[in-house]
């Protein structure tokens, strides 16, 4: 057990719809991140926040959005969804100032756009 | 561009075998960092172990060992004496910077699959 949980577990919707994803971090952890796993394009770094504040993004979509809460956690959310949007979600969280720590995973949410 | 190479796609051994799993990666960055995850059957991400471009000794953890060769841009990992419970998909990823800190970037991934 990381230490990282999300919510839910595995969600099924429908293509347009809106979801939301979310990610508590590691005790004490201030840095969370965002990924994406699908069999085609492998897992990919969506975005990352440190304490409240955007740090980082990726390959993120416009319809994707995410945020981090004054209590560190955070949620992803995710618009007018697509077919090719079924993947699982993972969240991360890191230790520290340094963006180079070792990132532990939550175990996963997994999305299926019907 | 892919960064990150695991050219093995699935390698397969009997229980007590050794294996090991090849990563190349790609940076121009002389400040950088290695990473290997495992993925099991259940779906999570363990961290196994993390190592800094200035770091090339190798480290042993238990039946795990670590190949750290900057000259081949190489980070390979061998699971010595493999048990059935090794099966699983373990991915490699790079961190550089400096647009890049914070984003793991990931190969596709080595199936491990261990039989009795």
């Known amino acids: 057990d990381s230490g990282v949980t999300q919510t839910p577990k595995h969600l099924i919707t429908a293509t347009g719809q809106r979801v939301t994803l979310r990610c508590s971090p590691r005790?004490?952890?201030?840095?969370v991140y965002w990924y994406q796993q699908s069999l085609d394009q492998g897992l990919q770094f969506l975005i990352q926040?440190?304490?409240?504040?955007?740090?980082a993004k990726g390959n993120i979509l416009e319809r994707f959005s995410a945020q981090q809460f004054p209590d560190l956690h955070s949620e992803l959310n995710l618009s007018s969804l697509e077919l090719g949007d079924s993947a699982l979600y993972f969240c991360?969280?890191?230790?520290?100032?340094?963006?180079?720590?070792?990132?532990?995973f939550g175990p996963g949410t997994r999305l299926t756009v019907l | 561009a892919q960064k990150v190479t695991q050219a093995q796609t699935e390698i397969s051994v009997v229980e007590k075998e050794d294996v090991t799993l090849d990563c190349v990666y790609e940076?121009?960055?002389?400040?950088?960092?290695l990473f290997w995850y495992k993925q099991p059957p259940s779906g999570e991400l363990v961290f196994l172990i993390r190592?800094?471009?200035?770091?090339?000794q190798n480290e042993i953890s238990g039946r795990y060992s670590w190949n750290f060769q900057k000259s081949t841009s190489s980070f390979n990992f061998t699971i010595t004496a493999s048990q059935v419970v090794d099966s699983a998909v373990y991915f490699c990823?790079?961190?550089?910077?400096?647009?890049?800190?914070?984003?793991?970037?990931f190969g596709a991934g080595t199936q491990v699959v261990v039989t009795p």
């Open positions: 991360a969280s890191s230790g520290g100032t340094g963006t180079y720590n070792e990132q532990f």
């Open positions: 005790s004490g952890d201030l840095s």
């Open positions: 926040y440190y304490n409240g504040e955007e740090r």
């Open positions: 940076t121009r960055d002389t400040t950088y960092y």
């Open positions: 190592r800094n471009s200035f770091d090339e």
């Open positions: 990823a790079l961190m550089d910077g400096p647009d890049s800190w914070g984003k793991l970037q």
